[in-house]
Structure formats: C-alpha cells, structure tokens
C-alpha cells in the first residue's frame, strides 16, 4: 500500500486518539480543581507506526485489506495509575461514558501473561467526525500501575533488541522483576490510604494557598498598605507554622474582609 493511503487511513485514528487524550487530560484537570484524588497519574497515547502494522499483519497472517478490522490497537491510549485499585476505578469511568462502547476486555492482571506482562486492556469504539462522516475507531486503553508500566518498558525494549531469542537468562530476570513488581504493587496498597491521605493534604494545602494569594492580590486594589502588610505577615506565619486548619480559617476571614469591600463598593 503506498504511503499516502497509509496517511489516508490512519488519519480518524490520529483524530480518535487526539480527542481521547484531551478528554482524560481535562478528566485529570477537574479532579484538580475539585481538590480530589484522581485515579489516572499520567495518560498518553499513539497510532500504532505503520511498520508495526506490517509487522502484525505478517505476525497474524492478516490480509491488508484486513487491517482496520483485524488490528484493534491502531489507536491506543495507555493510562498509568499509581495502585492497583486505581486500575478499577478507571475502568469504572470508562464504563460510564457515553462517548467509549467497551466492545472487549483482556485482563492480564488477573491472567498474567507468561512473559510476565501485566496491565487492564479495554477495546473500546469511539466515533470520529470526519469529511466522510462519521467513523467508528477501534481504541485500545491499556491500563496499568507505574511498576507495571516500569516493567513493560523495560521488557518491550528487550524484546525488540532480542526479537524472538530472548536470552534464557534474561527472560528468568524480567521474570523475577514481574514478581518484584507485583510485590511493590501490594505493598504501596496496603499503604495507599496513608499516601492517599499525604496527597491529599498537599493538594488541599496548594488550593486554600492559591485561593488566599488571589484574595490578597484582589485587596491589593482596595484596602489601605498597611492592612495589606498585616494581612501579608499574618499569612506568612500561618504558612511557614505549617497549620492546615488554621489556613483554612484564614482564609475564611478574608474571604469576610473582600466580601466586606463588595458591599462598600456597592454602597
Ligand atoms: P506496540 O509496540 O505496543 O504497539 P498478541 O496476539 O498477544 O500478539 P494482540 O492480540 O494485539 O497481541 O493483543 P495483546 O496481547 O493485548 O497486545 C496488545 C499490546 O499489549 C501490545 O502491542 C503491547 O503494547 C502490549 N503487550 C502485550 N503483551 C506484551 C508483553 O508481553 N510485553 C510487553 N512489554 N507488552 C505487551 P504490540 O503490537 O505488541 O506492540
């Protein structure tokens, strides 16, 4: 096929991957500004490289003209969580969509693979709009821990070094770092709510911060220097004590002194 038909082809999947990418990140975005953990640590995505559709098409003996209907990770999206739990709560977000029909899924968590390759795969259909109307995608969503991803890296890359003749040495290490993986996977969960809570606290931190600096920013238009002078030391002592309830009520009380200039303004 030439190179161009190949552009021609793979162009809804770019499209596909594209909006899913800018869906998750915005997804990420709005726990943020929710002050709330998020399931999804890092999302990136890729079409697949049309040498290694080639590659597949010779691996699976697949016809050309086969391709789009029998290569369904073209378009693939991969999502990292920090634990396993997390890896539910994706899939669970997945689930709720509107715009993703899980067509399939493959759980080599559950079912590791003999390789030692673990991680939550999701084919999903995602429509496109394009010139031609609209297009069904097949995307595939792996999903999976950052150790897990570690693992996978490293392993892809070997593999590709050593194509088929993986050297029986290095197949036994990959394998005992598969085990080591599961087990650092286990032990972070039965630490999560303690990391969790950590996170949380910092994230709380940063938002109530960002929210007083904007509120003394705005004060700087209407109250006096020396207001804003106390104001400003006041918050750089509660800062530096380290006192999260206390920012808290801070920043409630200026919340009061802007409410108060409002009501002035409009008077
Ligand atoms: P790339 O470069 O990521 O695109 P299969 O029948 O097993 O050959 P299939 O049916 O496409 O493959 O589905 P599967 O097994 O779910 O694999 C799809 C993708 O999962 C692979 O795409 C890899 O990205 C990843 N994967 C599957 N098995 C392994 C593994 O043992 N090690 C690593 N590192 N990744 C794996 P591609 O096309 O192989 O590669």
Request: proline share 2%.
């Amino acid at each position: 096929m030439e190179i161009q038909l190949w552009r021609e082809i793979l162009s809804p999947y770019r499209l596909a991957v594209d909006e899913i990418l800018v869906k998750f990140r915005h997804l990420i975005e709005e726990y943020k500004l929710e002050g709330l953990y998020c399931p999804i640590e890092q999302v990136d995505g890729r079409v697949k490289k049309i040498s290694s559709i080639l590659e597949k098409v010779q691996k699976k003996n697949i016809n050309i003209e086969e391709v789009e209907e029998k290569i369904e990770d073209i378009a693939g999206i991969r999502i990292i969580c920090q634990f396993v739990e997390d890896i539910d709560a994706v899939v669970h977000l997945i689930e709720k969509r509107r715009d993703m029909e899980i067509k399939s899924v493959k759980d080599y968590i559950t079912n590791m693979k003999p390789s030692g390759y673990r991680s939550y795969h999701v084919i999903v259909n995602y429509n496109v709009e394009t010139i031609n109307g609209t297009k069904k995608i097949p995307v595939e969503i792996q999903i999976r821990t950052l150790a897990m991803n570690f693992w996978a890296i490293i392993e892809h890359s070997l593999q590709y070094k050593y194509r088929q003749n993986m050297p029986l040495l290095i197949r036994e290490r990959l394998s005992n770092a598969a085990a080591a993986v599961i087990a650092m996977d286990k032990e972070m969960s039965s630490i999560r709510s303690e990391i969790m809570d950590a996170q949380n606290s910092l994230r709380m931190k940063s938002k109530i911060v960002a929210e007083i600096l904007s509120t003394i920013q705005n004060l700087y238009k209407v109250a006096n220097k020396r207001e804003i002078e106390n104001i400003q030391n006041e918050f750089y002592n509660i800062y530096v004590s380290d006192d999260i309830d206390r920012l808290k009520e801070f920043n409630l009380e200026l919340d009061v002194i802007a409410e108060g200039y409002r009501s002035q303004d409009i008077e």
